[in-house]
């Protein structure tokens, strides 16, 4: 798996947001898009794409795109 | 666990609505109009019934199980199990159940029991039944499920307003078809969805929501592989009504066709354990509909558990909504 594979999965869950504001440096919980349903977004492609179970903690322990990308990819292990 | 009962059926299913029907953008007077719509975008509901103040689960349940007896001109006398699955019982003790074959004029031959849970529950009731009339203990078992939760939804949290409210009542009888279970439980998440005593319903909506399609796609497989059926075989299934998007995931996850995932938290919310009762009186109640000989019911969330059945409704009487607006 790729980080700007996983960048561009992430991006995809937001339609109201200039897709070049992602990044893998990206502070995700500071969007104002950043809600409850694009989360929940986000958690079912990690699950479709990837297979993983994220919980909330998970998330919460993420501030960078790349960080959440390094969590899911620890979980595959 | 997983296990196969033979000799049941389901063989009729009634649903009684309280007489509050409330949007959920009228929430917008109390919580901000961000957080009310993305409740809305999430969870699919936009309207939840709502009990009168001091209306208890266990009057909805009466009264759906009033109307089943009426309307399926039902000798009470028959009734022999009694099945009372809630989040909401009337007191810690006694069991609900048992005052409930007094409301409703069953004999006190009856077999009462609670069955304190909320999500999976219905699925739970269904066991119950079942297994009491395979081990030749009953044979006409009264399943009524319902939970009233509004008195305690924290007033300062916007994610719990799409609970709704309904009262189920569900008769299992000896019959030619069987259901084959699974069931699973992981306390490690207890804390996930809980009510202390005294306090406000919590949940973390992202755990179970994570929690609910891994396992409803899960329990659904086992359930298929122990009747030997592929995706193309089941006519329907019926998940419980907490949250759209779990649900079209677990359709997504499964390469499935979303005809067969109807959702209806759009008119309903999330009625816990009455949603899948609820849902199929609400699909087949007008009996427009064929009615599914191959149905897996699968239901997940507070616990955490997660729980699927597979059903014969192909002879199962449903009848729709009462006081559906």
């Given at each position: 798996m790729e980080?700007?594979?996983f960048?561009?999965k ?7 947001e200039?897709?070049s504001v992602f990044?893998p440096?990206t502070?995700f919980?500071?969007l ?7 989360s929940l977004?986000?958690?079912a492609?990690?699950?479709q794409e990837?297979g ?5 903690q998970d998330?919460?322990?993420a501030?960078?795109?790349e960080?959440?990308?390094?969590i899911v990819k620890?979980?595959?292990? | 666990?997983r296990?196969?009962i033979s000799?049941?059926e389901?063989r009729?299913?009634?649903t009684?609505l309280?007489?509050n ?6 929430f ?7 957080g009310?719509l993305?409740?809305i975008?999430?969870?699919g509901?936009?309207?939840?019934y709502r009990?009168d103040?001091?209306q ?5 349940c009466?009264?759906a ?5 009426k309307?399926?001109k ?6 022999d ?7 909401t019982?009337?007191?810690?003790i006694?069991d609900?159940?048992?005052?409930l ?5 069953l004999?006190t ?6 069955i ?5 529950g219905?699925?739970y009731?269904i ?7 395979n081990c030749?203990?009953?044979s006409?078992?009264l399943?009524l499920?319902s939970e009233?939760l ?5 007033p300062?949290?916007?994610?719990s307003?799409?609970?709704?409210e309904?009262g189920?009542?569900t008769i ?5 078809s069987?259901?084959s279970?699974?069931i699973?439980?992981?306390g490690?998440?207890a ?7 005294g ?6 909506g992202?755990t179970?929501f994570s929690?609910?399609?891994?396992n409803?796609k899960r ?7 122990q009747e ?8 329907l ?13 677990v ?6 066709n ?6 209806n938290t759009?008119e309903?919310?999330?009625?816990g354990c ?7 009186c ?12 191959k149905a897996?019911?699968c239901a ?9 059945v597979s059903?014969?409704l192909?002879k199962?009487?449903?009848?729709g909504p009462?006081?559906?607006?």
């Amino acid at each position: 798996m790729e980080l700007n594979e996983f960048v561009n999965k992430f991006a995809m869950q937001f339609d109201n947001e200039d897709q070049s504001v992602f990044t893998p440096e990206t502070e995700f919980h500071e969007l104002e898009s950043w809600s409850s349903f694009t989360s929940l977004s986000v958690v079912a492609m990690i699950i479709q794409e990837y297979g993983v179970e994220l919980d909330s903690q998970d998330v919460r322990n993420a501030d960078t795109i790349e960080e959440l990308y390094e969590i899911v990819k620890e979980h595959q292990q | 666990m997983r296990t196969t009962i033979s000799n049941v059926e389901l063989r009729s299913v009634a649903t009684w609505l309280p007489k509050n029907k409330i949007s959920i953008m009228s929430f917008c007077d109390r919580f901000p109009e961000k957080g009310v719509l993305d409740v809305i975008r999430s969870s699919g509901a936009e309207f939840v019934y709502r009990t009168d103040v001091g209306q208890k689960a266990s009057d909805l349940c009466c009264n759906a199980a009033e109307f089943l007896f009426k309307l399926e001109k039902i000798d009470k006398s028959t009734i022999d199990g009694l099945v009372f699955v809630s989040s909401t019982r009337d007191w810690v003790i006694p069991d609900t159940s048992v005052s409930l074959q007094h409301r409703l004029g069953l004999s006190t031959d009856t077999v009462c029991q609670d069955i304190n849970y909320g999500c999976a529950g219905y699925v739970y009731g269904i066991l119950q039944a079942s297994a009491w009339i395979n081990c030749g203990l009953c044979s006409n078992v009264l399943v009524l499920a319902s939970e009233v939760l509004s008195p305690y939804l924290d007033p300062n949290a916007v994610g719990s307003i799409e609970v709704g409210e309904a009262g189920t009542a569900t008769i299992v009888t000896k019959g030619s078809s069987h259901f084959s279970f699974e069931i699973s439980s992981n306390g490690q998440k207890a804390d996930k969805i809980q009510m202390p005593h005294g306090g406000y319903l919590y949940q973390d909506g992202m755990t179970v929501f994570s929690y609910g399609i891994v396992n409803g796609k899960r329990s659904i497989m086992a359930v298929m592989e122990q009747e030997k059926w592929e995706e193309s075989d089941v006519e329907l299934f019926a998940l419980h009504q907490s949250n759209k998007m779990i649900i079209k995931n677990v359709c997504m996850g499964m390469k499935s066709n979303p005809e067969k995932f109807p959702v209806n938290t759009k008119e309903f919310g999330n009625t816990g354990c009455a949603s899948i009762p609820l849902l199929l009186c609400d699909l087949f109640g007008d009996n427009t509909k064929k009615q599914p000989s191959k149905a897996i019911l699968c239901a997940y969330g507070v616990g955490l558990t997660c729980a699927s059945v597979s059903v014969d409704l192909s002879k199962t009487h449903f009848w729709g909504p009462i006081n559906k607006q």
